[in-house]
């Protein structure tokens, strides 16, 4: 048998979708132009599904850090973190970030999906059980399946659900709650308060990752436990340096008394060469930048609640009633529409990523739009225009 046979279904309904001179999932950025533009196949194009939301890809601090760094320690470490793949620099970024979330400890690893995928493997083992939001993340379901504790599963941000299933399990089993701050596809935020809450109310511990929260919400930017005043009862945030810090990485904050054993039993970072030097050295200067972006989170803000009032005002149909976060989701009706839709979108100059099951809750065809506090407000009305001009075009009836 043909190891890929299993995938025929999935090709055959890639291969139906009718697009003509573009492809959503072969997208290449020929140059970057700034935070918020880039020429693709030879069009000048605005960005607006980066994940991009403070803009600190071209951070001048960053990018001068990043070079030093480079110059200074090479390329990378050809090593993982607990041989000799921990330089002072890690430690420095680490020390960061811990005091940015008012943490005793912090664990960088190589990729925020690292972050998920070993914390949560890690923390469960036999006879524990995780109770998870059913929206989630790949890299949480992901992080479920390569440990060996037993998963539950409640409905999307059903609070009564959770409290219902925690309830039958064993009190005095060890417990997991898993949820996201702001949920990557419909950029809805999750009851955090209530979740927590409940969590504690019956001897679970708490995970909460802040991946597309950090940064701009509370009031120093380290996400929405902050903005809720609920870090006390989390017990793990997980984040990410790919969304707002503007390169690439993650990492896990806690101030449990035995977090540092995590290193030494933690597969995904023990086993995984750490950061090049370089991009510890930008997320380092990244995570004092966003400190002081007060300002910008207030524009990002701003750019999030004139794209969704102005869309809605146009007739389209948003996953969510008001701006929860720079992730602004516009549900088309099918694949077909989705795929017409983006293809013409990108013909008029704008970027999104089109997002369809199975990466996104079943019924829900997107464009998926995430916005940058560099994004200035001609270019949020430029969105807008063209998206109205997109369904024109295609013929999309907006209500």
Known sequence: MDLLDKFDGLIAQKSALPFKSADPFKVVMDEILSETEAMINGKKTILAGTNNYMGMTFNPDAIDAARDALEKYGTGTTGSRVLNGTYTLHKTLEGEIADFYGMDQCMVFSTGYQANLGMISTLAGKHDYIIFDSDSHASIYDGCALGNATVVRFKHNDTAQMERRLKRLPPEAGKLVVVEGVYSMLGDVAPLKEILT??????????????????????????????????????????????????VGGYCVSSHPKFDVMRLVCRPYVFTASLPPSVVAGATAAFTAIKNSGNRRAHLWENARRLHDGLKKAG????????????????????????????????????????????????????????????????????????????????????
């Open 316 to 399: 389209f149909k948003l996953a969510t009633e008001k701006a929860e976060s720079p992730i602004i989701a516009v549900c088309l009706p099918d694949m077909v529409s989705a795929t017409l839709f983006w293809e013409q979108l990108m013909h008029e100059g704008v970027y999104v990523n089109m997002a369809v099951p199975p990466a996104t809750p079943v019924g829900f065809n997107l464009m998926r739009c995430s916005l940058s506090a560099q994004h200035t407000t001609d270019q949020i009305n430029q969105i807008i225009a063209r998206f109205v001009t997109t369904a024109k075009k295609i013929d999309l009836k907006l209500s």
């Open 198 to 247: 409940i969590a504690k109310e019956h001897g679970a511990m708490t995970l909460v990752d802040e991946a597309h929260s950090m940064g701009f919400y509370g009031e120093k930017g380290r996400g929405l436990a902050e903005e809720l005043g609920m870090e006390h009862l989390v017990d793990f945030i997980i984040g990410t340096f790919s969304k707002s810090v503007g390169t």
